[in-house]
Nanobody, 124 residues
Framework: QVQLVESGGGLVQAGGPLRLSCAAS????????MGWFRQAPGKEREFVAG????????YYGDPVKGRFTISRDKAGNMVYLKMNSLKPENTAVYYC?????????????????WGQGTKVTVSS
């Protein structure tokens, strides 16, 4: 199995930055694409950003393009989400996800491995 643990969430003022981290452990040889999703109260889980196994290809959901940056360490077991210019509507639980797919996937159900989530609250 693959275990994912997120960290870095918290309370931040609108306009401020925050960086989330995700550490993968266990059978990480199964992991290629990793992604970040978020779920706000009463809403469906939505794709935020994804990065390919080599760390080369990155994809972003339209609401975060230009403000969020996903990156990965060389070993491939740490993934980061740098969030700038945060808005109150970015308040959500942010989840790290992983899959053996070599393609970045946008659909949550296609990811077999999930972390517990880290809460981000953006105050106005």
């Amino acid at each position: 199995q693959v275990q994912l643990v997120e960290s870095g969430g918290g309370l931040v003022q609108a306009g401020g930055p925050l960086r989330l981290s995700c550490a993968a452990s266990g059978r990480t040889f199964r992991v290629n694409d990793m992604g970040w999703f978020r779920q706000a109260p009463g809403k469906e889980r939505e794709f935020v950003a994804g990065i390919g196994g080599s760390g080369g290809k990155t994809y972003y959901g339209d609401p975060v393009k230009g403000r969020f940056t996903i990156s990965r360490d060389k070993a491939g077991n740490m993934v980061y989400l740098k969030m700038n210019s945060l808005k109150p509507e970015n308040t959500a639980v942010y989840y790290c996800a992983a899959t053996s797919s070599i393609f970045v996937l946008l659909t949550p159900s296609l990811y077999p491995y999930w972390g517990q989530g880290t809460k981000v609250t953006v105050s106005s």
